[in-house]
């Protein structure tokens, strides 16, 4: 089992409408990331979370350390969002690590 | 601010060379992680560093390698490269004290045939 997991793998979207991509892990954390792939390009850091809720323009990432889980929500989705949605884990290990433990993640396309 | 750069962009080798890959990181970022992609994989961690110390390692053979600078810019080599090494080699920068983000750069797309 991955220490990571995603859902869904693949989202379908029809452009307008609200999006949520769902992150659950199984390690300690200190941190969980959110980040963005387009086609062909780099990786592009949204959110680093440790606790609560942050917000961004239309999206929003939310992290329940409880439960370890974490949403990442796109309001009124724009093709332009469509990409690969990545979360990674930072695990809280002792001695310093940025190692990042990383979903599969989750392929979004938004149809306009 | 530049971002984090990362050289070559693509290279094509064949089996058996070997490769040098460099990072130069965000000004004042100390810490440099690499990471391989691969459709079949996903992401993986590589190799961190810290003040030009290995401070942390995943799991891959010893082929893989890496050193970092007095200027914080680190190289990743691989050795006798072989076919499954092909992939998009990523590293990422962060500062500590500016809450530990970490960002990415653009890539090295390594195609081994």
């Known amino acids: 089992k991955n220490e990571v997991e995603q859902s869904p793998q693949n989202l379908t979207a029809q452009e307008g409408e609200f999006i949520t991509i769902n992150c659950s892990y199984s390690?300690?954390?200190?941190?969980l990331h959110w980040l963005q792939q387009h086609p062909g390009g780099g990786i592009v850091s949204l959110f680093m979370?440790?606790?609560g809720k942050k917000k961004h323009g239309r999206l929003i990432a939310t992290i329940n350390i409880q439960e370890k889980h974490s949403s990442l929500h796109i309001t009124a989705s724009h093709p332009r969002d469509s990409a690969v949605y990545i979360c990674a884990v930072k695990q809280a290990i002792s001695g310093a690590t940025n190692k990042l433990i990383f979903g599969t993640g989750t392929l979004l396309a938004v149809q306009p | 601010k530049a971002g984090v750069t990362q050289t070559p962009r693509y290279l094509i080798k064949t089996r058996g060379q070997q490769v040098t890959l460099s990072c130069s990181p965000i000004s004042g970022h100390r810490s440099v992680s690499w990471y391989q992609q691969t459709p079949g994989q996903g992401l993986q961690f590589l190799f961190e560093?810290?003040?030009?110390?290995?401070?942390n390692k995943g799991n891959f053979p010893g082929r893989f390698s890496g050193r970092q600078f007095s200027n914080s810019r680190s190289e990743m080599n691989v050795s006798t490269l072989e076919l499954g090494d092909s992939a998009l080699y990523l590293c990422a920068t962060s500062n500590v004290q500016q809450g530990g983000e970490q960002f990415f750069g653009p890539g090295t797309r390594l195609t081994v045939l």
């Open positions: 979370l440790s606790s």
């Open positions: 560093y810290f003040s030009e110390t290995q401070r």
């Open positions: 390690v300690g954390i200190s941190a």
